[in-house]
């Protein structure tokens, strides 16, 4: 078989395919450049290429990102950051001190610097500068997870306060202090509600003790009154009870007795069923 050489192949092909080479080859245009293709397409499609020009609604969506962006960051005056400065380092010392203070040695959450604003603001686990919405810091105060409502000693921030922690971050969670920090007034802690004695917590561990007898020893321990009438068959009572809340503990010992329990404000009354 003869061998063909490159420059006879297009011609070997057509005839094994049964199609005729053409005597010359079709002539080629010139390529057009990109610039000319997309130049005719935009032609094509508006009827004449004109230069594009930015519209008001382009216009518009950069103006307003350029505000967002200035909104944002909300710079202030030097006065204005060293009262804000001062005012958080006031509240955090009145509300949050005392949990998150450097003077103790184990802090809640191992974060025991409040009053120290630029670790604090250095610290994106808890500020992003300009983004109080974004911050721990201020979803801990503003949700009242910090302090918690429940403090003992500390109340809640008020809405005021969460604003102006709010505007601190906002500007920028400025450091500097002013020479004399700004006086604040602070509403006292609510006092606690006094425990009911339904929910005072007692231990105990008996077997087979007359119920008189545990009935008492209850009521020494909860520091409560007990009015227990017996029945004609006192029974003998066991109970274990670690740490638990007194009247699930007289629930319990009522029911394995057959014995009512009712309340009468802080009393327990207990007695025999009726027939």
């Known amino acids: ?3 063909i050489m490159p420059s006879h192949l297009p ?3 057509g005839r094994e395919v049964g199609v005729q080479a053409s005597a010359a080859p079709e002539a080629r245009t010139p390529e057009r450049s990109n610039r000319d293709f997309h130049s005719s397409r935009c ?5 004449s290429a004109k230069a594009w020009t930015p519209t008001w609604a382009f216009i518009a969506l950069l103006l307003i990102g ?4 200035v909104v944002a960051q909300q710079p202030v005056s030097k006065e204005k950051a060293l009262d804000l400065a001062g005012n958080v380092h006031v509240i955090f010392e009145h509300k949050c001190n005392e949990c998150h203070g450097s003077q103790l040695k184990k802090p809640e959450g191992k974060f025991g610097y409040v009053l120290d604003l630029k670790r604090m603001a250095d610290n994106e686990d808890y500020v992003i500068r300009g983004k109080p919405q974004k911050s721990e810091l201020f979803r ?7 302090p918690p409502d429940d403090h003992p000693k500390t109340p809640p921030l008020t809405g005021e306060e969460k ?3 709010r505007r601190w971050i906002q500007a920028g969670a400025p450091h500097e202090l002013p020479a004399v920090l700004p006086k604040r007034t602070f509403a006292a802690a609510a006092p606690a509600k006094a425990k009911s004695s339904k929910d005072i917590r007692v231990t105990l561990d008996v077997r087979d003790q007359p119920a008189a007898q545990l009935f008492a020893d209850i009521a020494k321990q909860a520091r409560i009154e007990i009015a227990y009438t017996a029945p004609k068959n006192e029974p003998k009572l066991s109970i274990t009870f670690k740490n638990g809340i007194l009247s699930e503990a007289l629930d319990y010992l009522v029911l394995c007795g057959n014995l009512t329990l009712r309340w009468e404000g802080e009393k327990a009354i207990i007695g025999p069923t009726k027939p």
């Open 1 to 3: 078989m003869k061998r």
């Open 11 to 13: 011609h070997a092909l």
């Open 43 to 47: 032609a094509h499609r508006s009827g």
């Open 66 to 69: 350029a505000t967002a962006s």
């Open 140 to 146: 801990l105060v503003n949700e009242g997870e910090m």
């Open 163 to 165: 604003d102006v922690v």
